[in-house]
Structures are given as C-alpha cells and as structure tokens.
C-alpha cells in the first residue's frame, strides 16, 4: 500500500513539474505585433516595451548583416534571398538586431525559419557599430523553427502567452 | 630503479621497434592537429579577411564569385556595370557610405584594384583599418587628369621589392603608362596585402576600351547602409533590377562554411580510422614485444616482482610510446599546418595563423596518452598472468 502511494505521489510530482515547465515558457513575439506596435517618430508602443528585458523568442529567416561568425545579425520576416516573385515588402521596419553571446554555431539557409531566443528591448538605440535600431535581442540563442508559420501583416497574431 | 626507468630501458632495448611505434603515433597526431587548424584556420581567414560592409553590388552572376572576386581576390572579376549605379547609390538616402570598385590586371600575379580615397576611410563600424608604413595615399584626381600614382599592399611591396617612387608596368601595352608606387599600407592580414590600389581615374584611363566610354565602367559597389534595417530593401531592389545583383558577403561566406562543415564530417570519418589504425598498430606492437619477452618478465617474477608491478611497466611502455609520438606529432602537425597555411596564403590569399595554441592540444595529448594505455592493457594484463613455472622451463 505504501508502495503504490509513493508511486502515485512520485506520478504526480512529474505531473506537476511538466505543468510548471509549460508554463515557463517564453512568450512569443510576432513580426506582424512589432509593425503594428510602430508609431510616429520611431516610437514604439507601452504594450510592446512592457517586454522589455525579458526573454521572448521571436521566430524569422536570418540577413547575415553583420560578420560571418553570427555574433550580431538581423532576423527579418523575409528571407535575404527568396519571396521576389510573390511578396512585397511593407517599407515597415520588420527587422530586429540580434547580438548572440558567442556567435551562432548553425547551418545557415536563408530559405529556413530559424527561433531566436534572447532579452528583448524596443524603442531607438544607436550602436556605433551597427546603427540605429528598434528592435533588439540580446544575448541570443538561436535554433531552427521546424515547421514556423511568419505572420504577415493583416495577419492575425496569436496572443503571447 | 623506478618503474618508469624500466619501462624506457625496455623501450630503449627495442630501439627501432619503438621508434617507428611512436612515429605511427605521430603520423596520426599530426593528421588530426593539421586537419583542426587548417579547417579552423580557413574559417578565421575568412572572418578576418572579410569586408566592413554589408552588401556587394555588381552585375549579374554568382553571388559566390561576386564576394570572392571583389572581397577576396579569389575569383574571377564579375561583369562591369555602369558608373551610374554608383551615383544611384552614392545619391540615395538611406546609404551612409557607398564605395567603388574596379577590378583590373594584375602586376607579377597581384591584382590592381581602382576605387576612391573612401576605400581606405575610417568610420565607427569598421574594424579594419587602413594605415600607410612608407609614402602617402593618392588623392581622388579628376577623370581627365589621371595620376597613376599606387599604393601597395604590404605583401606586395615585400614580394617585388617595389619602393616609394619607383614606377613599374606589366606587359609592353603598359609601359606608356607605368604606375608609380607612392606609398605602402601596413599590413591588414586580408587580401589587401596582396592588391595595389590606384584611382579610378587612372584605371579608366590604362583600358583603351574605358578611354572610349562616355559612361565608364566599374565593377562592383560596396555599400553601408545607414540603417541595417534598410538592408534587405535595397538587397531586393539591385537583385530585381535585370541588370544588377546584392550579395550579402556574409550570407556568401556562411554558404561556404556549410561545404566547409560538410568537408570536414568526411575528414572526420577519416580521421577516426586514422585513431583506429594506429591503436591497432601499437597494440600489435606491444602485444608481440610481451610475447618475446614472456621468459623475462617469469624471471623478474622469479626474483620477486609483483604480477601489479609487471601490469604497470607493460603500461607505463605503452603510455611512454604514446607521450613521445604525441609530442612529435604536436609538432608535425603544427609544421604541416605552416606548410598549409603558406600555400593558401600565396594561392588563396587568406591569412591563416597556424601557430595558435588552444585547450584542443593538452587534450590531444591526453587523449593520445589515454588510447595508449588503453591499447596497452591487453597485452600488460597477458604480462600480468603470465606463469613463472612455464616460462622458466628449459628452452631445450
């Protein structure tokens, strides 16, 4: 009886944790909620800076900006190399500057949807040596999004969680 | 007398037998150190020796020979496109900084290179820096009144011997119009050591066919935008265009890291049965000395040595082997990859450092050291077990 008991507790506790862990989850970030979070003068909505400082993962194809090591890149909603035929792009700022922490060791594709993680900042910043900049990840991880869907502008977005 | 006395005047006492045990050791030690800095030093090269800016304009062609050509010097010149392009670039509001480019011959294998003064500015996001040891730069000089004035790079000034002053051509439709060496750039460890640099003036004024051309030609433009985040507009907009292509040099250089990945799993497969043929072979080797030597160890038995103590000499051998065979090949790989790195220096233009020192060359060494042990334990542990009352029988 005391057997089965510790068990069942045993069950329960691995219940509990995976439940804490989903719930751990970082919130995710869509292109089409920066655009819509832009406004006059290069400012950016209160709803997207209270993101701030957090970890969030943000999903979208790799410009390799920066230097080959991927220590700093931009992550956009289009690919650097295909959509000519089909997509226009907005004229919208649908970049954010990614600073990874010892670059990215990855098999870069321009075609692939890659998952940055990283703390987020919105709002202008100037960096000498990449510029001015509205959105930024710091301190990156990135891995490839198998199966990512790019939200496009009109799109709805899904709430963060 | 120590263990390890024993253990290297038993080795000592198979003078050859050892020697070419620990060169097999070294063999493969040099292969796997020269394969890890030749494969990590290509990346480097190519991290180092790639440009400031963030997108390439030329012609239309591969994306590939449009950053090798202009970037490293490693491919042929792409197409030329019309000086106009530069002036749309040169014009347009969200470029902070727009260079060109004009890809020439070459003098004794070194390419000459026209551009503008701006090739060699500085500015905050530019980790290279351009700086003369002897002379001066050129100025920007009006497209009627070329100077033919050179800057060289510094490999090219040490190669030829080119001093400041000294005019120098190549081939006999040139000697009317020689270049004059007027200052030599410090050393950028990128493929601008291997250039000499001139004004475009005075590249469009050498080519018979540019004198002619009311439009002049170039080759490429480098570009800075203001703004990273314009980027990927003004990379759609010159690739849509018939006429014209962006690469993105990164984007380029990470496509060839990929092959480069794909090149060294093969070298990795290699690699392992290199590890597998040389513990084998040390493994015959000291499997058969223990044989020969069976009717020693009884005897040492005999006069009292333990069965450990024999376990921990046939040991001690083969980590001795191994430690000597590491060493050399540290060193031989290190040579090998000095030899590698000359060669892709001279052929391929990237600087490579092969002397750089890391944690990969202690765990190397004890990596070696623990394979050894590990290819020793089967003939220590026959050494171990082996009876005195049958191997100290008669011979007769």
Redesign the interface.
Known sequence: MLQRMSVFSLCLWLAMGTLLAYSDEVPRLTFAQLVDSLKANLEVTQKIKSYNGKEVEIQGFIIPAGPPDLSFFLLSRVSAIGNYCCELSTGQDETVYVYTAKGAQLFYDPLRVYKVRGLFEAGVHTDPAHGVSLFRLRQAHVEEAVGAKIMKIGDTPAAPR | MSLWTIAWKYLCGRRLASALTAVSVALGVSLILATFLLTRGIRAG??AG?TDY?LIVGAKSSPTQLVLGTIFRLDVATPNIPYTVYEQLQDDERV?RAVPVALGDAYQGFHYVGTTTDYFATA??RRKNFSVAAGRFWDDDPPDQPSYEAVLGAEVAQRTGLQIGEAFYEGEEMAERPLRAVGILRPTHSADDRTIFFSLASYWDMNEVARAMAIKPLTTVLVR?????D???L??EF??NPETQAA????V???I??LL?VAEEVLRFVLGAVVLVVLLYLFVALYSAMLERRREIATMRALGARRMTILVIVLLESCLIALIGGIIGLLGGHGVAVLGAHLLSQRGGLALAPFTVSTVHPLLLVGVILLGACAGLLPAVLAYRTEVAENLAPLS
Request: charged fraction near 15%; proline fraction near 10%.
């Open positions: 190519f991290i790639t963030s902070e905050p996001w935008p203001k703004r990273l985040s980027l990927t507009h990379h759609r690739n849509v993105l040099p990164s984007a250089l990470l496509t890291f990929n990945s």
